[in-house]
């Protein structure tokens, strides 16, 4: 499996693009030239220079400096936005995919109801019931999409819970929780391994929205969604300030996406030459 990643040609530069991303967010302090909040109305919208390689936005902070550090709130939560909807979901579709009966019944009922309201009106919801606060828009986004991977995991568990090896735990005793994670999961892994690595993608655009609706991470924390909410009213004078971070989380999406592809060809039981 990760021999044909590695040979991935296209994998190995995303992996490489996203880990240079992650390690300039990590170590922002000492990569950033500048003071991310210093605020300096006289040098407000000026051009790119040796100390400010992007120019400054309409309160005369360093764009570069800004974007460096808007990796950390972007990256860091859509990684628990993911970490928390792959959690749940995974927890629910093995019950649901495992179990007969009432448990599975009241899985996907509840799946069902959640699934049959608009994901971002409910999000909004969601946000207006629980106020403005980054930790309202994960727990939405966790409550809202953990049924969408729930039915996804509960449709491979039910691929793999006939199979001769869990029938065979099954005839000499072996308790359900030993089965659940020992051989389902481990059975389920590669499809999980592709679905968290599409919704990092998926929860970076979405908490990028609100905050540029102004429902997520909010002034002066430097984030990606939130700067482009800042640059809106100067993008004709100073379109810098919009189309760097606006670049910056269409490259993001893209590689996370691309990666996602390559797991999936590189995990498709199909491809694997016995």
Same mark, same amino acid.
Request: aromatic fraction near 8%; glycine fraction near 8%; include cysteine.
């Given at each position: ?6 040979? *991935? ?21 000492? @990569?950033?030239? *500048? ?35 808007? &990796? ?34 009241? &899985?996907?009922?509840? @799946? ?93 655009? *979405? ?49 996370? *996406? ?17």
């Amino acid at each position: 499996m990760w021999k044909r990643l590695f040979q *991935n040609k296209m994998a190995l530069i995303m992996m490489c693009l996203l880990g240079i991303v992650a390690l300039l967010g990590i170590f922002a302090p000492l @990569v950033a030239p *500048n003071d991310p909040y210093e605020n300096d109305i006289l040098n407000k919208f000026a051009p790119y220079s040796l100390q400010f390689p992007l120019g400054t936005d309409h309160l005369g902070r360093c764009i570069l400096s800004r974007m460096i550090y808007g &990796i950390r709130p972007t990256l860091f939560l859509s990684l628990v936005t993911m970490i928390g909807t792959i959690g749940l979901g995974t927890i629910l579709g093995l019950l649901a995919g495992y179990f007969r009966g009432p448990v599975e019944e009241i &899985i996907m009922r509840s @799946v069902d109801v959640m699934m049959s309201f608009p994901s971002q009106i409910m999000v909004f919801a969601v946000v207006a019931l629980l106020g403005i606060d980054v930790r309202n828009v994960i727990m939405a986004n966790v409550l809202i999409k953990w049924a969408w991977y729930a039915r996804m995991i509960r449709t491979n568990v039910m691929k793999y819970r006939d199979r001769n090896f869990v029938l065979y735990s099954r005839c000499i005793g072996t308790g359900e929780r030993f089965i659940l994670a020992r051989h389902l999961l481990p059975s389920i892994a590669s499809e999980m391994a592709v679905l968290a690595t599409l919704d990092i993608g998926w929860a970076i655009l *979405n908490i990028s929205t609100l905050s540029f609706l102004g429902l997520g991470v909010q002034a002066p924390i430097p984030e990606w969604g939130a700067m482009l909410n800042e640059a809106k009213n100067v993008m004709t004078t100073n379109p810098i300030q919009m189309i760097a971070p606006g670049v910056a989380i269409v490259v993001v999406v893209a590689a996370f *996406n691309l990666l996602g592809d390559a797991l999936r060809d590189a995990l498709d039981p199909k491809e694997v030459q016995i």
